[in-house]
């Protein structure tokens, strides 16, 4: 019998260490390593192509997505550029009408320029990728659930519409991380992950992971990785390593407690809609039923008195910090429209300025439900 998920990610790619039997693996900072005779070596050459810890790394990534082929980047944008360098000059990429603004930022300030064509099309309504759709299409990049609006996608859905037209479909899996989600097994060829996020899980690093089973594009994410050198260091690996032990119990806790948070909110007259996918209310709740253990951490909800309400709500809650960054030990409020997602301000992927975004922590769920309650009482 396989392995569970929680025993992978304690032990895949970390057995006991070789040389001195430590149960955690060595930060190594070498950066060139010792060779017997010319290319002869034990796996590693400079650091930059390949280090232990980042191969230990890799290994229970991948493993905990069902990948062959995994590879660490310097943050998530890193491996979102090396999977976007797949394309080639006049290829076009259907991004999801709410992706995070960087990704949006990331194809129409750089990628675009290179000769990458793009459109921004509801993923959840195949007649419109069908209509956004042209013979150079080449990739459907989701992103599920998205990042503010916690749309859910139906990758099986669209895994089959691509590849019956020939493209390649990528999944950012940051929101659900592989514990909630694993794109793959549901047909996906490409899975890219903020490490900065849930897998990391405490706000202390920045990082980025790309798996894939496809050989080919293995070998060109490895390929860009080392010739364009958008590495994490050998301590950020270590820390990602250590988050990861921990992911499900962390994630167990987060969707308990957004799950909470959620109903208050749903029943509170200063909230004008909630963006949870756990509520029945939410228009992809069946689907992230039939592709998610369970609903994730995040909540998002605009307010009935607009984005002067939501201003002063994520300015005056106690526990919920104001500050970007999501899915770490402590709660975090923001105001996509100005903060995070500015960057897709006046685009098609403009955020909603009543919108508030939360990250829920691990905190005691009443102190939370407690804090934001009050946050929305002062506005009466
Ligand atoms: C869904 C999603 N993808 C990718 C990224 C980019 O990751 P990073 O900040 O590690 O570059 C983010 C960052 O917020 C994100 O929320």
Known sequence: MADGFETRAIHAGQPPDPATGAVVPPISLATTFAQHGVGEHQGYEYARTANPIRAALEAC????????????????????????????????????????????????GVHEAAGVQWSAVD?????????????????????????????????AGVATFAHERGARVVVDNTFATPYLQRPLALGADVVVHSATKYL??????????????????AARLRFVQNAAGAVPSPFDCYLVLRGVKTLAVRMDRHCANAGAIAQMLAGHRSVASVRYPGLPSHPGHDVAAKQM??????????????????????????????????????????????????????????VDPALVRLSVGLETVDDLVADLAAALDGLA
């Not at 202390?204 to 790309?210: L, R, T």
């Open 123 to 155: 993923l959840t309504d195949l007649d419109a990728l069908a209509s956004a759709w042209r013979d150079e299409t080449r990739m459907v990049w989701v992103e599920t659930p998205t990042n503010p609006l916690l749309t859910v996608v139906d990758i």
């Open 200 to 217: 990391g899980g405490h706000s202390d690093v920045v990082g980025g992971f790309a798996a894939t089973n496809d050989d080919e594009i």
């Open 293 to 350: 253990r369970a609903y994730g951490g995040m909540v998002s909800f605009t307010l009935a008195g607009g984005e002067e309400a939501a201003l002063r709500v994520v300015a005056s809650t106690r526990l919920f910090t104001l500050a970007e960054s999501l899915g770490a030990v402590e709660s975090l409020i923001e105001h996509p429209a100005r903060m995070t997602h500015a960057s897709a301000a006046g685009s098609p992927l403009a």
């Open 61 to 108: 990534l991948a493993d905990l997505e069902g990948a062959r082929h995994g590879a660490a980047y310097a943050s998530g944008l890193a491996a979102e550029d090396a999977i976007l360098r797949l394309l080639r000059p006049g290829d076009h990429v259907v991004i999801p009408d709410d992706a995070y603004g960087g990704t949006y930022r990331l194809l129409a």
